[in-house]
């Protein structure tokens, strides 16, 4: 079956880059997301790529994607101590099918 | 952007009753809705689709009869989780997707913390 995987923790110092990574096994893969869960919150949608994109930016955030290596990774810049929370990683074929989640990467931030 | 609301946001049951949850879609309609469980520090576990107009589709290991799943309107799908009991204590989150839109990514409510004492 599917499979998402991100390592469990990552710890940064307030205005360096952090870079959350992310690979999946499914090759049938369409849409990869990345969502940012704050303690007691739902999940909020911060950017999601194609699998026929490399990369996408958005402001201060960057989703580069290697399909032949399934891996996808999150790049935020600058980052604020407002950016502590877990991020997942998440995949689906696309359509009405489901959405796989990774384990989850809780980002801390060091003022 | 797609809005999707989850209330209640907290609730605490006791043993043997049942609790029903809602979501909606507050701006697009949704014929298809997901429910999630999240277990402390752990990732989101899909246990059921909610399908607007007929049965939802659970995902293995989780309990039908248990879990009752109503998607009656095209913005509307509830989760009553029956004769509850302690291990049910869970977060529960529900998502949609507006499958009008052309790029179409799973948005989430704000989840449901459920205790059962």
């Known amino acids: 079956g599917e499979d998402v995987e991100q390592s469990l923790f990552l710890s940064v110092r307030e205005g360096d880059s952090s870079v959350i990574n992310c690979t999946y096994t499914d090759s049938s893969s369409t849409y990869l997301y990345w969502y940012k869960q704050e303690p007691g919150a739902g999940l909020q949608l911060l950017t999601y790529?194609?699998?026929?994109?490399d990369m996408k930016q958005d402001q201060r955030l960057t989703v580069l994607l290697n399909k032949k290596d399934k891996h996808l990774s999150l790049r935020i810049a600058d980052t604020q101590t407002g950016d502590s929370a877990i991020y997942f990683c998440?995949?689906?074929?696309?359509?009405?099918?489901?959405?796989?989640f990774g384990t989850g990467t809780k980002l801390q931030v060091i003022p | 952007g797609a809005v999707v609301s989850q209330h209640p946001s907290r609730v605490i049951c006791k043993s043997g009753t049942s609790v029903k949850i809602e979501c909606r879609s507050l701006?697009?309609?949704?014929?298809?809705m997901f429910w999630y469980r999240q277990f402390p520090k752990q990732s989101l576990m899909l246990m059921a689709t909610?399908?607007?107009?007929?049965?939802?589709?659970?995902e293995q290991g989780v309990e039908k009869d248990k879990f009752l799943i109503n998607h009656a309107s095209l913005t509307l799908s509830t989760l009553t989780v029956t004769s509850a009991h302690p291990e049910d204590s869970s977060f529960y989150i529900c998502s949609a997707r507006d499958f009008a839109a052309s790029e179409a990514p799973l948005h989430f409510g704000n989840g449901t913390r459920l205790t059962v004492t």
């Open positions: 701006d697009f309609q949704a014929t298809t």
């Open positions: 790529i194609f699998s026929n994109m």
């Open positions: 909610s399908n607007e107009g007929s049965k939802a589709t659970y």
């Open positions: 998440a995949e689906s074929p696309g359509g009405y099918q489901k959405v796989t």
